[in-house]
């Protein structure tokens, strides 16, 4: 979104994204339309078995389990 925006700014241009990337940044001179009817997306969370992961990569893990994310 962030590298984007100055293009939507500047012209006739529409941009696509989710709602939460467009949070993500400076977007006062922008309107969020949501689609309609509301649509979901699924999304997997994978990683390589007998692997060894980073503590960072371990942490967000247990915490994508515990929050059923």
Avoid: Y
């Avoid at 006739?12 to 940044?25: P, R």
């Amino acid at each position: 979104m962030g590298n984007v925006t100055p293009l939507a700014r500047q012209s006739d241009v529409c941009l696509l994204c989710v709602k939460s990337a467009f949070e993500m940044f400076d977007t006062s001179e922008l309107v969020f339309i949501p689609f309609t009817p509301l649509r979901h997306s699924k999304h997997i969370l994978s990683w390589c078995k007998n692997t060894e992961l980073s503590l960072a990569a371990q942490e967000f893990i247990e915490f994508a389990k515990n929050n059923k994310l």
